[in-house]
């Protein structure tokens, strides 16, 4: 079951929005919120450098959004691959954009860290049935795999 | 009967001057008192009365001599010293004023006594509009010359008047030298006079430029025609086509001083003249300014030298043979080819080529244009309208961040407790955004379109149609709608994906959003039919809503224009991206439309 969300997005009205719906998908989530990818991004170099540090919440899924200024969500992807922390291997990327380009949504299609693509603005029933179906899916591959 | 005026004068006066006088002339005798004692017959017509009511009258042109005008004064004056006048009266006659170019011949009896008047007239302003014969007639003209089987014949005076043709009346009553080509126009006289006097057939080659731009060469023959005394009485002048000959920049200049002036003082273009093996022989101003030699130091080089690249040279080479043999049918559109300065600098250049055969000499005449300034212009331009492509493209993206924030806000308020009054405001906010996320949607969907003209893949149709019902699945309306669609796919063709399926889903969007609302008597419905033949697939959308009256039909394709506001969400671009997709892919797009009956838009999109 999801416990822990990371949101990373520039605008703060859009991080506003998207904590609230997912609060309202489930109340017991605990949601970090990041404005930029740089801050995303030592945030987890911190979790990889001090893996005990109890702060530190690996996340079980993480909301990405494209466009940003300075680093964009693909430039993130890239940057967090390189990472090291075996926690973070469980970890799903979905990129959350406002842009219907399809450049973007099979740019992100081709990304091997990323799960999926929503458009913003995020809405519960969108959640419900993405998170729902990848995270029984997964379970479906656990069980071929068995 | 001008005739018999003819042999009356000749028999009066055994006086040279009246040889002059032809048939068609104007001629009156006056007595000295100024009344008209005889008329020609043309001069009676002039004056649109009859011979009776002439003779004794007093002649009305020149009897104005009461008249204040210095002309009169001056003309009586002459008259009466028993000397010759000429000059050119005015006479109204129904309210035009025409001018006579007037002889006025004293005659003078045994003792030196002027016993009457000869006045010779001729109509010089009608002559001078009949010599400007209109477009119609030359092309007429040169239609009964260019007949080969009906060859025309003129008989032609020694002045040049035609006095019969061979086939019908095309330039009757005119001078020969007013339906040929001006340009040789003292060539023949000479001609003509030559054969006058030498009593021997004479040939002359002359060219006749059609408006349509042929040129075409004629042979003319000039043979005399003997009178029973042995001397030529006309000429009979045949008219015989030579040969066409495309035409080219140089022949629009008839005139062949005006064509050297061109030639050597254009500075834009640069002009070479070589020689039939391609050895340069002259060159113009501006060729000496875009390549940069002296006129001695490229004369007797080949054309080639102002060339770049071997590839460029062997083009050159080919293309100066092909001209050679078939230059009357060898057409084909401006080169663009390397030139090259003296320096060895390159720059592009425009290059076109004719052949001319002068007798036996054959000779090219290259045009060249520096086109480096036009090509940097159509880089910038290129420039501008990708940046511009982007800029639509950003702009478009970057207004869909706001418009889905909002939404996004507005979806938490709605989960809010709130008021009915809050909800209604809610609700109207809601369909405003909307509308502005679809506008910057299809604002996206238009800059992708200019962007991704040029990619080609195989298509199946099909897949198109279920990515499009994808796409438009939370439309509203969309599942009130009974799809009928029939595809009818034989092979893979190759087109633009991206712009097939929108092309498709504006058309599919278009006909929902304009669909009536189900009741008991109607159901909305929307055909889709798909065919492909050989050469080109055909796609019908149709569909049974609201249509479009015959008043706005015409306006649908245009940008931002939306037939009723207020039915529908749509804004103004769906149709516009259709046309122009339809446009891109050299297609045909055909609407009909019923009021309250429907829509039916037809496309065809040729394929290979």
Redesign the interface.
């Known amino acids: 079951m999801i416990k822990n969300v990371i949101l990373i997005d520039d605008?703060k009205?859009?991080l506003f929005?998207?904590q609230?719906?997912l609060e309202?998908y489930n109340s017991k989530l605990h949601i970090k919120t990041f404005t930029s990818g740089f801050s995303a991004l030592s945030y987890f170099k911190l979790m990889e450098l001090k893996p005990h540090l109890e702060v530190c919440v690996v996340p079980d899924i993480i909301f990405l959004d494209i466009?940003m200024p300075q680093m964009n969500g693909f430039e993130f992807l890239k940057e967090f691959e390189k990472l090291n922390a075996s926690k973070l291997k469980k970890t799903k990327t979905y990129m959350l954009s406002?842009?219907?380009?399809?450049k973007d949504i099979i740019k992100a299609k081709n990304e091997a860290l990323c799960s999926g693509y929503i458009?913003?603005?995020?809405?519960v029933d969108k959640l419900k049935k993405r998170i729902t179906s990848d995270f029984h899916l997964r379970k479906l591959d656990f069980f071929c795999t068995l | 009967m001008g005739q018999d005026f003819k042999q009356e004068l000749l028999k009066r006066y055994k006086n040279n001057h009246l040889l002059v006088v032809g048939e068609n002339s104007m001629v009156s005798i006056t007595d000295r008192y100024g009344r008209i004692t005889h008329a020609s017959d043309c001069f009676c017509e002039f004056m649109e009365l009859t011979k009776e009511k002439i003779i004794g009258e007093s002649l009305k042109i020149i009897e104005s001599h009461l008249h204040s005008g210095e002309q009169y004064k001056e003309l009586w004056k002459t008259i009466k010293k028993g000397m010759v006048w000429k000059g050119i009266l005015p006479y109204e006659k129904n309210k035009i004023t025409y001018y006579l170019d007037t002889v006025i011949l004293p005659v003078k009896d045994e003792r030196g006594v002027i016993i009457e008047h000869i006045v010779l007239y001729q109509d010089v302003l009608s002559q001078w509009k009949t010599n400007r014969l209109s477009k119609h007639d030359q092309e007429q003209v040169l239609k009964s010359f260019s007949h080969d089987a009906n060859q025309t014949i003129y008989s032609v005076n020694r002045e040049g008047d035609i006095i019969n043709v061979n086939n019908g009346i095309d330039g009757l009553g005119i001078s020969i030298y007013e339906i040929l080509n001006p340009r040789y126009n003292n060539e023949i006289k000479k001609h003509i006079d030559s054969v006058f006097t030498n009593k021997r057939v004479s040939k002359v080659k002359i060219t006749e430029l059609s408006p349509s731009g042929t040129n075409t060469f004629f042979t003319l023959t000039i043979s005399p025609v003997f009178n029973n005394k042995e001397s030529v009485e006309y000429v009979k002048l045949s008219v015989k086509k030579y040969f066409d000959v495309i035409n080219t920049a140089t022949e629009k200049k008839p005139n062949l001083d005006k064509y050297h002036t061109v030639f050597k003082s254009t500075q834009k273009e640069s002009l070479v003249l070589t020689d039939k093996d391609g050895i340069i022989t002259d060159w113009n101003k501006g060729a000496e300014i875009a390549f940069g030699y002296n006129k001695e130091e490229v004369i007797g080089n080949h054309l080639e030298v102002l060339f770049s690249t071997q590839k460029d040279k062997s083009n050159l080479r080919r293309f100066l043979r092909g001209k050679k043999l078939y230059y009357d049918s060898y057409k084909e559109k401006n080169l663009i080819m390397t030139g090259v300065k003296k320096g060895g600098k390159a720059f592009p250049v425009e290059f076109s080529l004719s052949y001319y055969q002068n007798g036996k000499k054959g000779f090219f005449c290259a045009m060249l244009l520096d086109i480096s300034k036009r090509r940097n212009l159509e880089k910038k331009l290129k420039q501008k309208k990708k940046d511009l492509e982007l800029f639509l493209y950003r702009s478009a993206h970057d207004l869909k961040a706001p418009f889905t924030s909002a939404e996004g806000l507005l979806n938490l308020i709605k989960e809010e407790p709130i008021n009915d009054k809050v909800k209604l405001l809610v609700n109207m906010l809601d369909s405003t955004l909307e509308r502005g996320r679809v506008l910057s949607d299809n604002l996206a969907l238009a800059s992708v379109i200019s962007n991704k003209k040029e990619e080609l893949s195989a298509i199946d149709f099909s897949k198109i149609v279920e990515g499009t019902f994808q796409t438009l699945n939370g439309m509203k309306n969309f599942s009130s709608i009974q799809f009928q669609i029939d595809i009818n796919q034989t092979n893979i063709f190759f087109s633009n994906k991206e712009l097939l399926s929108s092309l498709f889903q504006n058309l599919i969007q278009n006909a929902i959003s304009y669909s009536k609302p189900v009741s008991s008597e109607h159901m909305p419905r929307v055909r889709i039919q798909f065919s492909q033949y050989s050469d080109r697939i055909e796609l019908i959308v149709e569909d049974n809503g609201v249509g479009i009256s015959k008043k706005d039909i015409s306006k649908i394709f245009n940008l931002y224009y939306r037939v009723n506001s207020d039915l529908v969400n749509g804004n103004g671009l769906g149709l516009y991206i259709v046309k122009n997709i339809v446009e891109d892919l050299s297609g045909d797009i055909k609407v009909s439309s019923e009021l309250g009956k429907g829509t039916c838009f037809e496309v065809a999109l040729p394929i290979t």
């Open positions: 605008n009205i859009d929005v998207s609230k719906i309202k466009n406002s842009s219907t380009s399809a458009s913003k603005p995020l809405t």
